[in-house]
């Protein structure tokens, strides 16, 4: 089989050349009644359009006689004890001796003659191609109404925004790749959230990302499928969350903390009417709260970012690089004793006019005034100090 243009230059990179040009991998946990026809298929997709390549069936712990059925089919058979979808294909790929990869279900609802479709766009130059089952076509029954209408749109959307991805259907389970580009991802998760890691890092490493039309039919299977509606939504949904700590923290951070202090900001003079509503000290104490909270949101933006990029887990931001070069451990001290300073004066002052009064009762709503700025800000004092020597570590650890 000839290769592209472009795999000589990728297979250089590799330490051995690839003995095939594709592998189609299959997760199989008892995927006995669709397993035989799957295999079929991509044999003959592969055969038809030329493709030097083979099957790989990654099996998760069958008990129905899936394994003897993938090798009497001929298919590659690697047996994978770590549970979990995503541990499956990862045990399938991390096989495979091939320069690409086009990953699918084993339950006959995705087309394999579409095998092409993804090889093409990798052969020019992509480095992962999505399917695309709503360009292509979702049969009558194919997808749960929930999942067409509700999960897959919106969270696709929240991929979208979150991560300013392209892609128009984040949860297609038929998806090519090249082996190289997978390896750069260097992916985690072992459930049903790798269909969504495997995007947003992609996107995040700035790889080229395209997509592909491809069908989605009713399974062939007669028991129910492995996928939980809820409980696999809830896990895509948070995955999204933990990986944009800009969405999940920085955002509602800033909000709160705008909306804190221009609330303060309104009624430090005095007490404002607004309409029927009387604003006093009262609004300012949770306008105080608002400030403090959206502060520590702030900093766990910053932690989380920090400590994802440590771990390998996001890819570097010259952003943070910038953060960690003009904004030291010395600067957050200052920055915080500054802080604390002006409060205790402030609660000092406080205490003055109070001895003035002979330490007697005072008009709370011209003290607290004074009391509940003093306090916010001898709290973000020490919450930057702190926040600083924490930032310091994860710093250290980073560099």
Partial sequence: MTMSAASPALTRESSTAPEFELAVVMPCLNEAETLEVCIRKAQSAMRNAGINGEVIIADNGSTDGSQAIATSCGARLVNVPSKGYGAAIMGGIQAARSLYVVMADADDSYDFSHVDRFVERLRSGADLVMGNRFRGGVQPKAMPF???????????FIGRLFFKSNCGDFHCGMRGFSKLAYERMQLRTTGMEFASEMVVKATLLGLNVTEVPTTLSPDGRTRAPHLRTWRDGWRHLRFLL?????WLFLA??????????????LLLPHARVIGRFHLDVHTMLYAANAVFVGYQLITFAVYTKVFAIAEGLLPQDKRMELLFEYVRL????????????????LSGYAVWIWRLHGYQGLDYSSTMRLVIPAALAITLGFQTVFSSFFLSVLGMNRK
């Fill in 146 to 156: 929930l999942h067409r209408y509700l999960g897959n749109p919106v969270l696709t």
């Fill in 330 to 345: 010395e600067t957050g001290l200052i920055a915080g004793a500054f802080m604390t300073l002006a409060g205790l004066l």
């Fill in 252 to 265: 509602p951070g800033v909000l709160l903390m705008w909306a804190g202090l221009l609330t303060l900001g």
């Fill in 242 to 246: 933990l990986y944009s700590p800009r």
